[in-house]
């Protein structure tokens, strides 16, 4: 059920919108609806009593042959008029409250013209009053005539009240009156109104929720890509006045972010490269010594304080170091890479030439550097591919060693993480290489994956977008 429900903010509040807005205009729709046939009622219980009025006052002083000659020639179909010994109206209880009180109503009202009796009742639509509405408008007439029509075609269909009014001879007079046809809400002509003002009304709501949730989008892309690159550019600080209080806040965030990693970097830079001044004199002074083991044995570990000096060197001044990134041939700089190494071959018919590749040159150059060498340097040999797939370019490198263990795939990005326990920095190096290559990949707008190959050995993936 979860994954039919919207997952963003902006979604939800859009569905709670339309839905207020849906729930809104169907209430508005059955109050006008249900006001319009009150408003209606009391207009047909108005008419009736205004034309009873007027037929009792023209036929209050005529005989009883005048009174049915009278309302013989007003007699039509839509208005039926008659006057008989009988009332047309037989019960004398009316059948609501409403035609209750107008009997009482028009019997004082026409009391002075000498009626004592009046009933009212509701009746139906006849089958002959709906077969008898006429032929349909024709083309050429106008459109007041057509409307008229029309409406006399609606007027004719509809229900009717009766009534019947005795005079004091003991006479009924008996009319209808038709009851006043309801027209629907929603027609074809008013339908478009109502979709584009409700279309309206959502283009509004998803600008305004834009709008609204601006600061919360600007904010993600602004944390991912600072996660990515540290040393990439601020973003802009304009629009409204809570987008630009949220860009300055994400701005100086970024800002202290990077004093505090490069004063850092500056430091174990500093602190590595002023090693090299001390190592140097004890090198020197290592050459004045007679050969023996012990000279040997010292001018090892010499070695080993260089490289631990040289790779904390490079992994701090990472970030440091001002490179502009450039567009690189991808293809080239691996074929570069792999020829400095003797155990490295390319896999048959996965050489992708012409791959372009945006990124910092040297930074990307050290990147595949360290991923071979750890290949070659603990899977004996490395086999290398160059393949691309949609807009990224993957360099799969594939050794012949154990393997990771799969709960430790992760952990060896740590810095200073080395799976070879020994203290030979020939075969269990320092721990920062794949740690290095993985924050370049990654500034390019890549990363790098590591699995255990079914065949055997470790298969590293170095995956790069391709340039524009």
């Known amino acids: 059920m979860k994954r039919f429900l919207p997952q963003t903010l902006p979604v939800w509040v859009l569905?709670?919108?339309?839905?207020g807005l849906l729930i809104s205009q169907v209430a508005t729709l059955y109050i006008v609806s249900r006001d319009r046939a009150a408003a209606n009622d009391v207009v047909d219980l108005y008419r009736l009593n205004d034309r009873a009025y007027s037929l009792v006052q023209l036929m209050h002083d005529t005989t009883p042959e005048e009174r049915k000659a009278t309302a013989s020639g007003l007699f039509n179909s839509s208005?039926?008029?008659t006057v008989t010994d009988t009332p047309?109206?037989?019960?004398?209880?009316?059948?609501?409250?409403?035609?209750?009180?107008?009997?009482?109503?028009?019997?004082g009202r026409l009391s002075k013209f000498g009626v004592t009796d009046a009933r009212v009742r509701r009746d139906p639509a006849t089958r002959e009053a709906d077969d008898s509405s006429g032929s349909a408008p024709g083309p050429d007439i106008g459109q007041?005539?057509?409307?008229?029509?029309?409406?006399?075609?609606?007027?004719?269909?509809?229900?009717?009240?009766?009534?019947?009014?005795?005079f004091a001879d003991g006479q009924w007079l008996n009319f209808t009156e038709p009851i006043t046809p309801v027209g629907p809400i929603l027609s074809f002509e008013s339908l478009p109104l109502y979709s584009l003002i409700a279309g309206l009304v959502v283009i509004m709501s998803i600008w305004s929720l834009r709008r609204l949730t601006a600061p919360y989008r600007m904010m993600e892309t602004a944390v991912d890509r600072i996660g990515k690159d540290l040393k990439s550019p601020p973003i802009s600080e304009s629009g409204s006045r809570e987008v630009r209080a949220a860009a300055r806040a994400i701005n100086v965030m970024q800002a202290r972010l990077r004093e505090y990693v490069e004063d850092r970097e500056h430091l174990a830079a500093?602190?590595?490269?002023?090693?090299?001044?001390?190592?140097?004199?004890?090198?020197?002074?290592l050459e004045l010594l007679r050969k023996?083991?012990?000279?040997?044995?010292?001018?090892?570990?010499?070695?080993d304080v260089e490289s631990i000096a040289s790779s904390v060197i490079d992994f701090a001044t990472f970030e440091v170091t001002e490179e502009k990134s450039e567009r690189i041939d991808f293809w080239s700089l691996v074929e570069s890479i792999a020829d400095a190494y003797p155990h490295v071959s390319f896999d048959e018919d996965t050489r992708s030439r012409g791959l372009i590749c945006m990124a910092r040159p040297v930074a990307l150059k050290r990147c595949v550097t360290n991923l071979v060498q750890n290949a070659v340097t603990y899977g004996k040999k490395a086999h290398l591919s160059v393949t691309r797939s949609d807009r990224t370019i993957t360099l799969a490198i594939r050794d012949e060693g154990p393997g990771i263990p799969q709960a430790q795939i992760d952990a060896v990005f740590g810095s200073f993480v080395r799976l070879e326990q020994s203290r030979n920095r020939q075969t269990g190096g320092l721990g920062l290489g794949l740690t290095i290559a993985r924050n370049i990949a990654r500034a390019a707008g890549g990363d790098i994956r590591l699995s255990n190959n079914p065949g055997g050995g470790l298969l590293t993936e170095l995956h790069l977008p391709l340039a524009a």
Do not use: C
């Open 88 to 107: 047309a109206v037989s019960s004398s209880i009316a059948s609501d409250d409403e035609l209750a009180e107008l009997e009482d109503i028009l019997v």
């Open 270 to 285: 500093a602190l590595a490269h002023d090693l090299r001044t001390p190592i140097t004199r004890m090198r020197l002074r």
């Open 79 to 81: 208005y039926a008029l």
């Open 144 to 166: 007041v005539e057509r409307d008229l029509l029309v409406l006399a075609a609606n007027f004719a269909q509809s229900d009717k009240l009766t009534a019947s009014l005795r």
């Open 15 to 19: 569905l709670i919108v339309i839905a």
């Open 292 to 303: 023996s083991a012990v000279r040997e044995a010292l001018a090892h570990d010499l070695a």
